[in-house]
């Protein structure tokens, strides 16, 4: 009997990644052999970091551990982890209506790629007000956001 790999993807802009990012990959390590942090492009959006920029904030903060990967990606999630061979997306709820958006995501990625499963995670309640578009935010006006980062995310780097 052969084993086959427990790969779970989790997608997302990581403009900038967070700690409430980094707290789902850790904790995901537990039910899969790889996560691949999947970093996805959208040429009509404005990101505050560089393709670049934010694939190497990844790489620095999970520089430790040798399970998760860092890709880009455009187009649909489902179809990047239907030509990857990969049947799980990892997903972090803070809210309920972030269950309800995610939720509905879920299901068209399951009609779409009939083997695909979402995965959730309930966030950490200490991070859940935690979201990258209030870190940039805080990071535009000039304020201190270290405190939402991840510790060995050092944006002065960046």
Do not use: W
């Not at 999947?38 to 505050?48: C, H, L, P, Q, V």
């Not at 551990?65 to 990857?84: M, Q």
């Not at 809210?95 to 950490?124: C, H, P, W």
Request: proline content about 3%; some cysteine.
């Amino acid at each position: 009997m052969s084993y086959t790999k427990r790969i779970g993807v989790f997608p997302g802009s990581f403009d900038p990644i967070t700690l409430g990012h980094e707290d789902i990959v850790l904790r995901s390590l537990s039910l899969f052999d790889e996560v691949i942090i999947a970093i996805g492009t959208n040429s009509a959006k404005n990101y505050m970091f560089s393709l670049e920029q934010r694939m190497q904030m990844i790489n620095d903060v999970f520089a430790h551990e040798s399970r998760v990967k860092v890709e880009t990606f455009t187009g649909l999630t489902a179809d990047y982890c239907r030509s990857k061979n990969i049947n799980y997306i990892l997903r972090g709820l803070r809210t309920s209506s972030d269950f309800e958006f995610e939720r509905a995501i879920g299901q068209m990625n399951k009609a779409m790629f009939s083997e695909l499963e979402t995965v959730f995670y309930l966030s950490d309640p200490r991070l859940s007000a935690i979201n990258s578009t209030i870190v940039r935010d805080i990071l535009k006006n000039g304020g201190n956001a270290k405190q939402f980062l991840p510790q060995k995310l050092d944006l002065s780097n960046y």
